[in-house]
Structure formats: structure tokens, C-alpha cells
């Protein structure tokens, strides 16, 4: 099968010829890397044409600065491949056959979507992070979607980030499964949206994909800002509500299990805000809506529910606020 990486490019000069070698080399060669400069103001704008010249299974858009979300909206337009995926554009895959198994898998299981761990990388320690988390294929293939998703939040590797999945594109053109432009945290308010349209799910057990940190520009690198953690406001109140309509039992405490973990965030994040960022994220809705850690499958939100259990919200809040933001 063929496969669509979408790449975002905004001054990566520094990191792109590695993250997009490291596809190039894979050893499964149906596949195409959809690089979408967003007016990058560095060379990045360059190296992505040189490297159109050397491999034509590589395409490059240019267009104005728009975000990542409508930088992967345009590449999806663009994108001919039987499954997607997505990739940071200083990030990099670590294993040359990931590709070749993960064909292997999908060739089989033909699921919607495909998820797999990662590994970080510290540039600023030069150091890796390896997961120390376990999720067996055997528990997710060919299980209804109830049950795949509760064993992957059970294990603690349902990512929000779109780069931890290889997603069916047919599944994304006829559900538009396409990124809201303008807002923080697209991420999670994408994998929500596709959580209520997939319905089989496969997991790749080898690590590859590594995710870089600690250089300085990266988001992670940066304050929270009222907008993003507004932005994370929005979107769990709309899923909440859309949670609350869903009949299916166990893919309704699933989904809400999904959203404990961003819920758990946000009350972290809150805290840091002015008092009058406080009052305008509406803290009112913050707390109300603590009762969706019951639904705590995931490690940490486990966790997190234990203290609020014991020690209450503002107690919870001040450790969250310590525990994500560290």
C-alpha cells in the first residue's frame, strides 16, 4: 500500500534533512512526503525544493503562513496515499523498516487506524527517553473499538499528537477529518473527532518515531499561553457534550476516558493564568465537569483522581499545575 507522511515546515532548517532522510531510507518505497512550507523565513523554503529534485516521491507546497492545522489541511488535499501519517518537521523516524511491518500489519488487519509509541529525544540533555510502557498488538487487533481504545488508554499510549497514528484515508475524506485552523491544541480536538468515526484499531509494538524536545523553539518549549488553554477549554467542553450523547455504553466511558487526560491538563494549566484569565476561561465549567475523572482508565488521570479523592480540587490543581508544567 501507499502511504502519505505530511510534514509542516516552518524554520527547520537545522532539523529537516534528517526528519526527511529518515523516511526516504525506509525500506518499504510506496510512499510519497508531502512537505508544506508555511513561509518559513530561514532556508527551509530551499532544502524542501532540492529535495523534490532528488526524489520525485517527495512534493512541496508553498503557501502563505497559515499554522500547522492548515498546513496538514492543504497536504491532505494533496495526498494520494492508501493511509496517512503525520511527522513534526524536527522530529524523525529511527528504524528503517517501520514502514515495511506497519504495511505488513495494515495489509492484514486493514484497521482505520494504526497507533504506535514513541521516544523523545533531549537536545538540550542529549539524551533519549525511552517508554517504559507495554501495549500488546494481540489485545487491540480485531477487537471491537470499544475494547482496542480501553486497552490503549489502560496502557497509557493513546496520544493526542496525530504523529503517534497511520490513519486510513479514506477514513479522513469521508468523515472530514480535517484540522480546525486558528486554534491551540488541534491536536487533541482532532484525535477526539476521529475517535467517534474509526471503528478498528491496530497497534506497531516497535518504537521509531522520535520526537524531539528541549531545543528551545519547540511549542513544548514555550509558556502557556490564555489562548491555548482556552483553546483546551473549548474543545472538551464541545466533546463533553458530544460524550454525553453517545449510546454506546463502553465506547462512551472510552471516550470520555480519552478526555480525562486534556480535562486533568487543564486544570493544571489554569493556574497558571492571571485572576482575570481565570474568570474568563470560566472556572465555573473547570470545576463542574471534575467528575470526568471517574473515567480513569489512563495511569495518570488514575492517579490524578486518587488525590482528588483525597486531597480535593485546589489541592489537585497546585500539584497538576507543578506535575505538567515542570
Known sequence: MKYSVIIPVYNSEKYLEKCVQSILVQSHKDLEVILVDDESNDSSPYICDSFAHLDNRIKVIHKENGGTADSRNVGLQMASGDYIMFMDNDDYWKKKNALRDIDCQLNESHADVLMYDTMEYWENKKKFSKPNRVCNRTDVVNHTKESALKVLIE???????????????????????FFEKGIRNEDTEWTAKMLLCAESYDWYEQVFYVYRKGTGVAQTDKKVSFKEVNDLKNILKKYISIANEITNSEFQKAFRAYLAFPYAVLVGQVQVLTKNEKKAIGMSFVKKNSNILRNDMDPTVKKVACVYRILGYYITAFMLKIYFLR
Open 155 to 177: 496502557q497509557g499510549v493513546l496520544y493526542r499528537a496525530v504523529w503517534a497514528k497511520v490513519v486510513k484515508r479514506d477514513l479522513i475524506i469521508d468523515n472530514n477529518l
